[in-house]
């Protein structure tokens, strides 16, 4: 099945600085979600993005899906930023990535 | 307010003890599907239903049952829970397919099996 690789793993910050998360595919994508998993345990939609770029406030996000991959930008990070970031993708499957833990620093 | 209902949010129970989590959504949505997370595995479907009465398994379906009697609810079962389904689960529901907008999480059950 799909492969998903999520990097880097583990990324610490302080507030304000930017940041980009990125999510590989081993195979084609057609479908691509953003997720953030707060401090708390709630996960929340952030982007359904199976092409192109979308921007929501500081967040936005890239899918290049003919090179496989997607990028989260994080901009002016805040300390309410913090928790694990997921995508999930795939074409007729699709598959967690592992995450990406963000810890923003005040 | 649009939102997907998980209950109970934590239980500790028994080996072999039959147990059921709830799961329940005011959206009118379609799809609706079952998730586990644990630690360095990240996070794992266990069944998914993409309308009334139907179910599909997912990747880790041994040890669970679901049903879909209707549209609203999507329950999980554990008919004999052993430890290791000892984790935190997740109901997740969206308009259709699974990957469209709207995909909603449910707060989570952490479940605890001695």
């Known amino acids: 099945g799909i492969q998903v690789e999520q990097s880097p793993p583990d990324l610490i910050l302080q507030e304000g600085a930017n940041s980009t998360l990125r999510c590989n595919f081993s195979?084609?994508?057609?479908?691509l979600q953003w997720f953030h998993q707060n401090p708390w345990g709630q996960l929340i939609n952030l982007f359904y993005?199976?092409?192109g770029t979308k921007q929501n406030g500081r967040l936005s996000a890239t899918t290049v899906a003919t090179e496989r991959y997607s990028l989260l930008y994080i901009s002016s990070s805040q300390t309410t930023d913090s928790g694990v970031y997921f995508c999930?993708?795939?074409?007729?499957?699709?598959?967690f990535g592992k995450g990406t833990k963000l810890t923003v620093n005040p | 307010e649009a939102q997907v209902t998980q209950n109970p949010r934590y239980l500790i129970t028994v080996t072999g003890k039959k147990l059921t989590v709830t799961c329940s959504q005011n959206m009118n949505h379609e799809y609706m599907s079952w998730y586990r997370q644990d630690p360095g595995l990240g996070l794992r479907q266990i069944y998914y239903?993409?309308?009334?009465?139907v179910t599909d398994k997912g990747d880790v379906p041994e040890g669970y049952k679901v049903s879909r009697k209707e549209k609203r609810n999507f329950p999980l079962i554990l008919e004999s829970p052993s430890p290791n389904q000892t984790s935190l689960y997740f109901c997740a529901s969206s308009l259709s397919g699974g990957w469209g907008y709207g995909y909603t999480f449910g707060s989570g059950t952490r479940l605890t099996v001695v």
């Open positions: 999930r993708g795939g074409s007729e499957k699709l598959v």
């Open positions: 195979d084609s994508v057609n479908n």
């Open positions: 239903s993409m309308n009334v009465e």
């Open positions: 993005i199976p092409s």
